[in-house]
């Protein structure tokens, strides 16, 4: 009656791949033929990744360390653990605070090997080696509150041996440069635009040597309230909406408004997906999948924030190794690059 078939059957086999039930209506004046591909049963492992503030680790320094955990599913899996000097010695115990995400401190000393023992909710434990101690003598660190940026240069010894200077970019648009005369700055984040602030660290020569991007988040100073002319409507009766703009100033702004209209009963509302506003701002700058996106325009807390800098930490690190640009020794692509689009 409601235009579904439903049945039951019996994996035999686990382990077999591809599996599949063909489905054939027979005698019957609807005509159908279709395959249905069986998942396979998921795995309970994971993979962790380690992420040196900056880029790199530096050695003597204390270095903040981002990590990510993922399912075998794709998405974030909890993780707690350890971090262990030389297979001997405890440093310290990491445990992911939201999504598989999380950082801790690490001081970083020559000819040590640091490994991560961690296990997941289901009991899995795995070691994982930290990233190798960088050549490099300065790397980027970042702290931030509500009304600045401190933006520190790490470096091993008290001074740096050559020039040094920061380039801050967002949207591609250029915001300043500066030539490094101090380990420290403090930036007033009404300086700067709000969504991702791109910073790199460049050498004398130009060169990049580190990277940081951070979310600069400000208040909105408009509110959009929806209101209908009534509960209930008939089939194809008229909707009356008023739209109110709660401003928390007194400037006058021209704007532009769209409205999709979905079925509640088809439709899933996702408070936590990706939105026009998490995607100008965030998903649109960022490698790779970002899970729950609008959660971290939820609110202003320290934790939310907290949370909102692990992603880009993680998900905006970069790494650069010039040494093998400029020898032009790079791999080269199994296939050739696509200038168009085939189907």
Request: aromatic letters at 10%.
């Amino acid at each position: 009656d409601d235009g579904k078939i439903h049945f039951s059957f019996i994996k035999k086999d686990d382990l077999a791949e591809n599996q599949f039930i063909e489905v054939d209506f027979e005698n019957s004046p609807k005509s159908y033929q279709h395959k249905f591909f069986i998942p396979a049963a998921e795995t309970k492992d994971f993979d962790l990744q380690f992420f040196p503030e900056g880029g790199e680790l530096i050695e003597g320094c204390e270095n903040q360390i981002a990590f990510k955990a993922i399912a075998t599913n794709g998405y974030s899996t909890e993780i707690s653990g350890f971090i262990i000097s030389n297979k001997t010695d405890t440093i310290t115990r990491i445990k992911s605070r939201h999504l598989g995400l999380g950082s801790f401190y690490l001081t970083p000393e020559k000819d040590k090997e640091y490994i991560a023992t961690v296990t997941n909710p289901e009991g899995i434990t795995k070691e994982f080696s930290l990233p190798k101690i960088s050549l490099k003598e300065a790397t980027l660190s970042f702290s931030q509150n509500r009304n600045s940026l401190k933006l520190s240069i790490l470096s091993e010894g008290d001074s740096l041996k050559m020039p040094y200077y920061i380039l801050a970019h967002s949207c591609e648009n250029l915001l300043f440069t500066q030539k490094i005369e101090k380990p420290e700055y403090n930036i007033p984040t009404r300086n700067l635009p709000e969504g991702i602030v791109h910073f790199l660290l460049i050498d004398g020569e130009k060169h990049p040597v580190s990277s940081r991007m951070v979310f600069i988040k400000k208040p909105n100073p408009v509110s959009v309230a929806v209101l209908i002319d009534k509960e209930n409507y008939k089939k194809r009766e008229e909707v009356s909406i008023s739209i109110i703009l709660q401003k928390r100033d007194t400037l006058l702004r021209n704007t532009n408004f769209s409205i999709s209209v979905t079925d509640d009963q088809v439709v899933k509302i996702d408070s936590l997906g990706d939105n026009i506003f998490s995607n100008l701002l965030l998903t649109s700058d960022i490698k790779g999948f970002v899970e729950d996106p609008a959660f971290y325009f939820q609110n202003n807390a320290d934790s939310t924030n907290q949370f909102l800098d692990y992603l880009m930490l993680t998900q905006g690190w970069q790494r650069f190794n010039l040494e093998n640009v400029l020898q032009q020794n790079l791999p080269k692509p199994d296939y050739f690059l696509e200038r168009g689009q085939t189907i």
